[in-house]
């Protein structure tokens, strides 16, 4: 009888492994999303991860990543398509790399007329910064976030809270440099194409 026991258990823990063989790993860690675990461990590996967070500092230190809006609009004013000349400038100058544009609102509305209102204005970012040149591929307004992130906490009218944001979010896979993992190139291409050289001065005495 005890052999037999054993064999049932010894068929149930094989059948468990059998099941668990076929998770991803780090499965338990996936939210819903199926393949996140294997994307991060990518990420990771290749330095795309680190490499996306330091253009992403840089390009929210060089450039304005904010515009803002009148209430209830997604019309981009004179001052808002300035600021987004200047992503444009900034955005050309890296061919690899992908943006997206997150919309918010004050809390003046419904919640779900607010979620439009943001992803409205998050394409309307979009398309002007494609009137600039910028490939429509490298660009994505995935996201409204309406009311509930404001920067201001406040029940009423409140224009910081009206806003759109660039970040970067990635690079294009089927760039040249990004297939041969170069990515570190891709972040010092800029610093020294632009970098200027030094005057140089004569140790001599002229006098």
């Known amino acids: 009888m005890q052999s037999k026991i054993r064999i049932v258990v010894a068929t149930a823990g094989i059948a468990a492994l059998a099941a668990c063989s076929d998770r991803e790993a780090g499965s338990e860690l996936d939210e819903g999303n199926f393949g996140n675990p294997t994307m991060n461990n990518t990420l990771v590996a290749t330095g795309a991860r680190d490499y996306t967070i330091n253009l992403a500092h840089r390009f929210a230190r060089e450039v304005p990543n904010t515009v803002t809006f009148d209430f209830d609009s997604a019309r981009l004013d004179e001052n808002a398509k300035a600021v987004l000349r200047k992503q444009a ?67 009423g009218r409140e224009r910081r809270n009206r806003r759109a944001v660039t970040e970067v979010s990635g690079f294009v896979k089927s760039n040249p440099l990004v297939l041969n993992g170069k990515y570190a190139a891709i972040i010092a291409r800029e610093y020294v194409s632009s970098a200027t050289e030094e005057p140089r001065y004569s140790t001599s005495n002229n006098n």
């Open 89 to 155: 400038d900034w955005i050309r100058q890296f061919p690899e790399v992908r943006f997206k544009v997150f919309g918010f609102t004050d809390k003046v509305g419904t919640e779900a007329y607010n979620k439009r209102l943001g992803m409205r204005r998050a394409r309307a970012v979009v398309n002007y910064l494609t009137s600039q040149g910028i490939s429509r591929k490298r660009l994505q307004a995935v996201v409204s976030y309406g009311e509930t992130r404001p920067l201001i906490p406040t029940e």
